[in-house]
């Protein structure tokens, strides 16, 4: 820089003109909702954890313990040091690495189907799969307690969409028998992430079969905590690899990793590849993301006792809780729903408990669709007794009183 060039001081501020003005009120109507949020105690805010976070965790969805388990972490860096840090490209492109076609093959083979496509998100494969499978004239029937990437989905697809109560087969049986012509669809999540509940699969299946429908399944988590060595919701059913079902699920719960997939019938999956935009034009995963993946799924195949252990401790946390007074929903997988009073009174106990060392999910209107605010708590396979006893110290010391 020339020498002769004065420091900069800031200048006065100037005054707006009346255009100026107006563009800056554009979004005037933010302060307003952001007002309603804070009165509401629904304020949401973003916390950076250190890498070394001194706090017990049962608020991620790392069921398996595997997000930082010395072998997955070394299958990324792997990966990372032989594809590099990015895909390069959508999946069509140049996004597709021999890497994502072995993860296909082994998701494919480990939960029983006959095909699989990963993408960048869990998110992104419900929205594949409910777009891809439907159109304007289709029928979408959801159940009441889907995921919201199961929502948006819906919405996307432009087909009818009709919301059942939930978990309720019959209910899915007379809607679908409603609906005249067209595709027919029934999507449903295989563990409702809010109670920890498992949908009816079975009887959903037997509502579709009656009707010609297509059953969708998210098996977000199901995967890696149900079926026999964590094979997911639909083995255990015993409907994998049917093909009238579809699964989607994501890679960033117990396999530690990041994306997600969609199982199925191989030509349902052709279709995808060629129908799906959060396919066709999203980057492909990243290497270091796939071979972490790889790297759990194989963890998992050698130590299938996981999942069970995973299973173990949610009943466990879940039973002495309620033994002491709590109201929590019986956990079928690996989460465990503590109900609070309210929204504020369930923002200072999660508060109380990571002052206290714990870190516990906290789930608030709108994320919940009963509107009751919970602390959602999720099992870890390598939860040790102690840390289990303490948990549990730590939530009952912390809970709000009656009154």
Same mark, same amino acid.
Do not use: M, Y
């Given at each position: 820089m020339p020498q002769d060039v004065p420091p900069h001081e800031p200048s006065a501020p100037r005054t707006r003109g009346?255009?100026?003005?107006?563009?800056? +009120?554009?979004? +005037?109507? &933010?302060?307003? !909702? !952001?007002g309603v949020r804070e009165r509401a105690g629904l304020v949401r805010t973003l916390r950076p954890r250190p890498a070394d976070s001194p706090l017990l965790d049962l608020a991620s969805n790392d069921y398996l313990g595997l997000a930082r388990h010395p072998e997955t972490v070394r299958a990324a860096a792997d990966a990372a040091r032989r594809w590099g840090a990015g895909a390069t490209g959508s999946r069509l492109v140049t996004g597709t690495t021999e890497l994502h076609t072995e993860l296909e093959r082994a998701l494919a083979e480990h939960c029983g189907f006959e095909a699989a496509l990963v993408l960048s998100s869990g998110y992104a494969a419900n929205l594949a799969a409910v777009t891809a499978l439907t159109d304007r004239g289709a029928l979408v029937v959801s159940d009441a307690g889907n995921h919201a990437s199961i929502v948006d989905g819906?919405?996307?697809?432009?087909?009818?969409? !009709?919301? *059942?109560?939930?978990? +309720?087969?019959?209910?899915?049986?007379?809607?679908?028998?409603?609906?005249?012509?067209? $595709? $027919?669809?029934?999507v449903t999540d295989s563990v409702f992430s809010v109670d920890g509940d498992a949908a009816p699969l079975a009887g959903y299946a037997a509502a579709c079969r009656a009707e010609g429908a297509a059953l969708l399944v998210d098996d977000a988590h199901g995967l890696g905590v149900l079926g026999e060595g964590g094979r997911g919701a639909l083995y255990a059913a015993g409907l994998a690899g049917d093909g009238d079902v579809v699964a989607t699920m994501t890679l960033s719960k117990s396999l530690g990793s990041q994306g997600?997939?969609?199982?199925?019938?191989?030509?349902? &999956? =052709?279709?995808?590849?060629?129908?799906? $935009?959060?396919? &066709?034009?999203?980057?492909?995963?990243?290497?270091?993301a796939v071979g972490a993946a790889l790297g759990s799924l194989e963890l998992l195949r050698r130590e299938p006792e996981r999942a069970g252990r995973a299973r173990a401790v949610a009943t466990a946390l879940y039973e002495r809780l309620t033994a002491a007074g709590l109201t929590a929903a019986r956990p079928d997988a690996a989460v465990v729903s503590v109900r609070a009073p309210s929204a504020a009174q369930a923002l200072a106990w999660a508060a109380d408990c990571r002052g206290a060392g714990l870190s516990v999910g906290c789930f608030r209107p709108p994320s919940v669709?009963?509107? *009751?605010?919970?602390?959602?708590?999720?099992?870890?396979? +390598?939860?040790? =007794? !102690?840390? *289990?006893?303490?948990?549990v110290g730590t939530i009952l010391r912390t809970a709000p009183t009656a009154g």
């Open positions: 009346p255009q100026e003005a107006a563009a800056a +009120d554009v979004f +005037d109507w &933010i302060d307003e !909702a !952001a819906c919405r996307l697809s432009r087909a009818e969409t !009709a919301v *059942i109560p939930h978990s +309720d087969p019959e209910a899915a049986r007379k809607t679908l028998a409603a609906h005249e012509g067209g $595709r $027919r669809l029934l997600g997939a969609v199982l199925g019938p191989a030509k349902v &999956i =052709e279709h995808l590849v060629n129908a799906a $935009r959060t396919f &066709i034009f999203d980057t492909g995963l990243a290497p270091a669709p009963d509107g *009751i605010s919970r602390l959602r708590l999720t099992a870890r396979a +390598d939860l040790t =007794e !102690a840390e *289990i006893e303490r948990a």
